[in-house]
């Protein structure tokens, strides 16, 4: 038996203003996203801006469903339709804001591992990583260089 440590490195910024300018917008972004999202049975919205290699900025907001698994996470919704508009072009950032309706989220907040698994197909695609910068409503912003780095064992093509 052999013991596999496995660790994730993430920068930190204790607020937005520290993040590089073209973040910081992305972010702001972001947090307009969130303000559109449809979310009458969790209260918790999300919102998700993508910088692509041609300079476009994509953005996305969860949108529930009373058929719950029928809805879709901010995060998927723009990288999809990023995918869809822009299928050649590389997703270079991510910028997530997410908060819920009931308390203020002060922590950074991941993406699922739904759209964990989502985003990892399109940094595969494009051989390119994404840069995963995520957040609560206020608060401290976390960076990953990549989304292999929130999801270190990739489920992809190679096991099919």
């Known amino acids: 038996m052999k013991e596999i440590k496995v660790a994730s490195i993430l920068e930190v910024y204790d607020t937005v203003h520290e993040l590089p300018e073209d973040v910081n917008k992305l972010m702001q ?3 307009e996203a ?3 999202a449809y979310a009458p049975y969790s209260s918790f919205f999300v919102g998700a801006a993508l910088l692509l290699e ?3 900025i994509i953005t996305g907001s969860n949108q529930e469903n009373a058929s719950y698994p029928s809805g879709l996470c901010a995060e998927r919704t723009a990288i999809y339709y990023a995918g869809a508009k822009f ?4 997703i270079l950032k991510m910028a997530i804001s997410a908060g819920s309706k009931n308390k203020v ?5 991941p993406p699922c591992g739904a759209c964990r698994q989502a985003i990892a197909e399109y940094e595969i695609k494009q051989k390119f990583p994404i ?17 292999e780095n929130l ?3 990739l489920f992809d093509n190679s096991v099919l």
């Not at 299928?87 to 590389?90: A, D, E, G, L, S």
């Not at 989220?105 to 907040?109: D, E, L």
């Not at 840069?131 to 989304?147: H, N, P, Q």
Request: hydrophobic share 30%; no cysteine; proline share 8%.
């Open 54 to 56: 041609n300079k476009e």
């Open 34 to 36: 969130r303000k559109r």
């Open 29 to 31: 972004m972001a947090h």
């Open 151 to 153: 999801l270190p064992f």
């Open 131 to 147: 840069e995963i910068y995520f957040m609560g409503e206020t608060g401290k912003v976390a960076k990953s260089a990549s989304l």
């Open 105 to 109: 989220s002060q922590k950074p907040i």
């Open 87 to 90: 299928p050649k072009t590389r």
